[in-house]
């Protein structure tokens, strides 16, 4: 336990519930109950101008999972208190009204968000009650794990062997037997609106995820029976369902905890897991996440500012038309429109053809890396303000430890590599599925009698590329060079 618990029994204490919708492996909810208190679940669907407002993918999330939450509080006897509004006031007309001794929670690390939290902190104090903030949503906090001179690490490599190296994840924290609310008023979830209706394009992402606690417990299963163990050389095959863990959208919603994932995998490489080198490469990649947070919580303006303040004056060259075949999966480059398609369809992409994605819009379009932030904050159900942010300057060359401007992923190239067999394209681009292997990731390449079998017409039914490669590639280095010049 991180705070000295005082003795709150026949009194009410609020769980103030953000980003960790979970009741097992909760550090907050777990001191709540050792207080002897009677814990009210609270979460606030809040209205802030300071606050970035969910995207549409992710509200759809929340929905399922708020229900999925408010079954579970039930089923210990408690309701799940869900309320509108300015978060601060929110909680204190809350307190008031039950006349509660204070409020508990998991911490989080946005600018916006740790002012309202801190403000929330010194009123409740002020009113002599008690707000006490716990590690939920991380392995360890942003600035626990510093560099030989006392910095924040910039780099990922060096920052994971300082996480492998000296944390150990506490034993878990027990879910509450029992929890109260009954009799106090919320809000439906069902009125909140949260499921997408202009449009609802949704329907596809049922058949893949089961949004709440209980899902993101069995897709962790379900991943260490048949994914861990292959997962350093499956990890960049898009076209393979189990070649990732899918954990995302669970970890950004808090539906599991880094530290249950954590000790699952050391505990499998503690009894002689014999690929421990694909179980320690899938812990890097959780630990991807806690330094996205490292970066954010030093960088609180990494969400919409260049890390790399060089990238200040890039000439940029927007382009709506552009913006919008890139966003409907109509560019002309296989890899790129499947991976468009996946994630409106499902709500996610891969994590290598986001990188491919990502490449194509901010080098060979010239795109603000901003412009596609905010178009995976609207369609990603694991939207995430650190990993986001970090994902798309790593991959526009603007962020810590980034991949070199220089480095244009080549999206044919990439496609042959890494979707070889064309399982991944065909399924996303149906109308492409007759071509030959040899011509699927470059159908322009192929003679007029191929296209023609395959049934494709370019520019008809298949766009033509939206940008010659080497073309774009060489503007994307010239502009990369008036930034050099001006240092
Ligand atoms: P797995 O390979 O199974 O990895 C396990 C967990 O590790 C993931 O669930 C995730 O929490 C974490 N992780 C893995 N790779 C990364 C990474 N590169 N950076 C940070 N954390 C990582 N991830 C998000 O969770 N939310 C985002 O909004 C997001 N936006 C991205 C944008 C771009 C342009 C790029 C290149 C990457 C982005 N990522 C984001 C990172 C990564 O693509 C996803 O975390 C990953 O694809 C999720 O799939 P998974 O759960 O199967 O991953």
Redesign the pocket.
Known sequence: MEAILPDLKGKKLIVWLRRDLRLRDNAAIAAAVETGAEIICLYVLEEHAKLRGLGGASLWWLDKSLKSLRSDVSSRGGKLICRKGDPGAVVMDLVKEIDAAGVYWGRRYGRAERDIDGHLKETLANDGLCAESFTTALLTEPWTIKTSSGGYYKVFTPYWRAVKTCYEAPAPFPAPEKLGGQGIDGDRIEDWGLHPTDPDWSSGFDDKWTPGEDGAVARLQR?LDN?LRE?KSA?NRPDLED??????????FGEIS?AQ?WRSVTSKINHGFKQDDSAWT?LS?????E??YVLLYHNPEMTRKNYNDRFDSMPWRPNASRLERWQKGQTGYPIVDAGMRQLWTTG????RV??I??SLLTKHLLTPWQD??AW??DT?V???????A???Q??AGSGADASPYFRVFNPITQGQKFDETGEYVRKWCPELAGLPDKHLHAPWEADQETLEKAGVTLGETYPKPIIDHSEGRQRALEAWDTLKKQE
Not at 285 to 289: A, G, I, L, T
Not at 348 to 351: I, K, L, P, R, T
Request: proline share 6%; charged share 15%; hydrophobic share 45%.
């Open positions: 991943f994914g997962y990890r070649g990732t863990s899918g954990l995302s959208p669970h970890l950004a880094p994932i899938f990649e959780v630990v991807w996440r330094f996205s996610w992409m891969h994590n986001r990188m994605v990502a596609g932030e995976f904050w990603l694991d939207a995430d303000p650190a990993s986001n970090c994902g798309w790593w991959t």
